[in-house]
């Protein structure tokens, strides 16, 4: 049995919450769960208020019927509604729910405080909605989006040609060798026979000097 002390906090009319929240409960689905309810109150005496009351996946109108001896529950599910609104009056505030088709639901005679409750519980539950569809649009754009196939390699690969120019060939000049005069000649065949130890150092250096001596 749900509590209903916690939909008490704004001054909410403990009877007509009593019995909203027994027959809710019976109508409640698998997950469903009450966030907010607020009861109407009208300036004079009100013995049969209605009431909204706001679940995770839709909004209720609860309507007594029969002086208070029946109950009579209207719902609007979150995919079928556009938006919700409120509007403070003199006694109290018009709530507001406009459907994606037909016209709007007002309820007036709702306490301020309890308007904008139920405004921020409601909104806040079609945002929520709202952005699921979005992430499953996303999601199934994602599973229908067609693979795009991994890039191939290059079979033909042409390398890049170097810009480094190719070295020239060095010329090499050629030597022209010129023929030794006599007083070369001469030295180099006596530097020979020393080499050869024809003759001696002492020798080799006299007879080296009266060469260079008669150039």
Same mark, same amino acid.
């Given at each position: 049995?749900?509590?209903?002390?916690?939909?008490?906090?704004?001054?909410?009319?403990?009877?007509?919450? =009593?019995?909203?929240?027994? /027959?809710?409960?019976?109508?409640?689905? #698998? *997950? +469903?769960? %009450?966030?907010?309810?607020?009861?109407? !109150?009208?300036?004079?005496?009100?013995?049969?208020?209605?009431?909204?009351?706001?679940?995770?996946?839709?909004?209720?109108?609860?309507?007594?019927?029969?002086?208070?001896?029946?109950?009579?529950?209207?719902?609007?599910?979150?995919?079928?509604?556009?938006?919700?609104?409120?509007?403070? =009056?003199?006694?109290?505030? /018009?709530?507001?729910?406009?459907?994606? #088709? *037909? +016209?709007? %639901?007002?309820?007036?005679?709702?306490? !301020?405080?309890?308007?904008?409750?139920?405004?921020?519980?409601?909104?806040?539950?079609?945002?929520?909605?709202?952005?699921?569809?979005?992430?499953?649009k996303l999601e199934e754009d994602r599973a229908a989006a067609p693979i795009q196939p991994a890039p191939q390699p290059f079979a033909?690969?042409?390398?890049?040609?170097?810009?480094?120019?190719?070295?020239?060939?060095?010329?090499?000049? +050629?030597?022209?060798?010129?023929?030794?005069?006599?007083?070369?000649?001469?030295?180099?065949?006596?530097?020979?026979?020393?080499?050869?130890?024809?003759?001696?150092?002492?020798?080799?250096?006299?007879?080296?000097?009266?060469?260079?001596?008669?150039?």
């Amino acid at each position: 049995m749900i509590s209903i002390d916690r939909f008490l906090s704004d001054e909410q009319d403990p009877k007509a919450v =009593e019995k909203v929240i027994g /027959k809710l409960n019976d109508l409640l689905t #698998t *997950g +469903e769960e %009450i966030l907010y309810l607020a009861v109407q !109150k009208k300036p004079a005496v009100n013995l049969l208020p209605d009431s909204i009351a706001v679940t995770n996946k839709r909004i209720f109108y609860c309507e007594p019927g029969n002086l208070g001896l029946t109950m009579n529950f209207k719902d609007i599910s979150l995919k079928n509604i556009k938006e919700v609104s409120f509007k403070e =009056e003199l006694f109290g505030s /018009k709530f507001i729910c406009v459907p994606q #088709t *037909g +016209e709007n %639901i007002v309820t007036e005679f709702i306490p !301020k405080t309890q308007a904008r409750k139920l405004y921020q519980a409601a909104n806040e539950q079609l945002e929520d909605y709202k952005e699921s569809l979005r992430q499953q649009k996303l999601e199934e754009d994602r599973a229908a989006a067609p693979i795009q196939p991994a890039p191939q390699p290059f079979a033909d690969f042409t390398p890049i040609e170097s810009s480094t120019a190719e070295p020239e060939p060095i010329q090499i000049a +050629e030597v022209v060798e010129e023929p030794e005069d006599e007083t070369t000649l001469k030295l180099r065949k006596l530097k020979t026979l020393y080499d050869k130890h024809l003759i001696t150092q002492e020798e080799y250096e006299a007879k080296k000097a009266a060469i260079l001596d008669s150039f």
